[in-house]
């Protein structure tokens, strides 16, 4: 398993890097073949005077699955980087606990994965704090750019994808049509898909 660590804002000291790889350290034995874990820490001064860390983790697995789970914490960037490691024990949890195929297996944990992977201890329930949830960036309209890994892949996989992420839209390469598509949850329940034409 690979981690990498970045931050922004954040200066990664020896002692914040053997602290976040402690907490990740028994992630391969809750879920094998994990390739790759970034971590991304950013500290960030808000309009209230107000320091405000973020920790994001994403997990990609050997079969294209990706994990993801963001907490954002006032002050310490440690309280940030526990809440995202337990949000992330329960994507896992949800990953292991799909056993319905329908032909998209790489998006659902295999029984050799569960038959050697050990139990996720009790997280218990952990509380968000939206206090300053709504807050927008000062400065540019665009607030943040990511660059986005596009996998060939079917709608249905598209559809596993973006539940597992627990987002409500996902882009992704349509491996049927070779264009990219943007696949959104409606409030129906089900789900819509945006694909781009040209006038």
């Given at each position: 398993m690979d981690v990498r660590i970045e931050g922004s804002n954040v200066r990664i000291s020896?002692?914040?890097?053997?602290?976040?790889?402690?907490?990740?350290?028994?992630?391969?034995?809750?879920?094998p073949?994990?390739?790759?874990?970034?971590?991304?820490?950013?500290?960030?001064?808000?309009?209230?005077?107000s320091d405000r860390v973020n920790a994001q983790i994403t997990l990609r697995h050997e079969r294209g699955?990706?994990?993801?789970?963001?907490?954002?914490a006032k002050g310490e960037i440690r309280i940030a980087i526990d809440g995202a490691v337990d949000k992330l024990y329960r994507q896992i949890q949800r990953f292991k606990g799909k056993r319905i195929r329908r032909g998209r297996d790489r998006y659902i944990a295999s029984v050799e994965e569960l038959s050697v992977a050990e139990d996720i201890p009790d997280v218990g329930d952990f509380q968000f704090d939206f206090a300053d949830a709504g807050e927008e960036q000062a400065?540019?309209?665009?607030?943040?750019?990511?660059?986005?890994?596009?996998?060939?892949?079917?709608?249905?996989?598209?559809?596993?994808?973006?539940?597992?992420?627990?987002?409500?839209?996902?882009?992704?390469?349509?491996?049927?049509?070779?264009?990219?598509?943007?696949?959104?949850?409606?409030r129906k329940g089900d789900y819509g898909l945006l694909v781009p034409s040209t006038p």
């Amino acid at each position: 398993m690979d981690v990498r660590i970045e931050g922004s804002n954040v200066r990664i000291s020896d002692e914040l890097e053997q602290y976040t790889l402690r907490k990740l350290d028994r992630l391969d034995r809750y879920l094998p073949r994990i390739q790759i874990v970034e971590v991304d820490l950013s500290h960030e001064h808000t309009r209230r005077g107000s320091d405000r860390v973020n920790a994001q983790i994403t997990l990609r697995h050997e079969r294209g699955a990706i994990l993801r789970a963001e907490e954002k914490a006032k002050g310490e960037i440690r309280i940030a980087i526990d809440g995202a490691v337990d949000k992330l024990y329960r994507q896992i949890q949800r990953f292991k606990g799909k056993r319905i195929r329908r032909g998209r297996d790489r998006y659902i944990a295999s029984v050799e994965e569960l038959s050697v992977a050990e139990d996720i201890p009790d997280v218990g329930d952990f509380q968000f704090d939206f206090a300053d949830a709504g807050e927008e960036q000062a400065g540019l309209p665009i607030a943040r750019r990511k660059d986005v890994e596009l996998n060939p892949m079917s709608e249905l996989e598209a559809i596993e994808q973006m539940e597992l992420l627990d987002h409500d839209f996902f882009m992704f390469y349509n491996a049927d049509t070779q264009i990219i598509n943007v696949l959104y949850r409606r409030r129906k329940g089900d789900y819509g898909l945006l694909v781009p034409s040209t006038p």
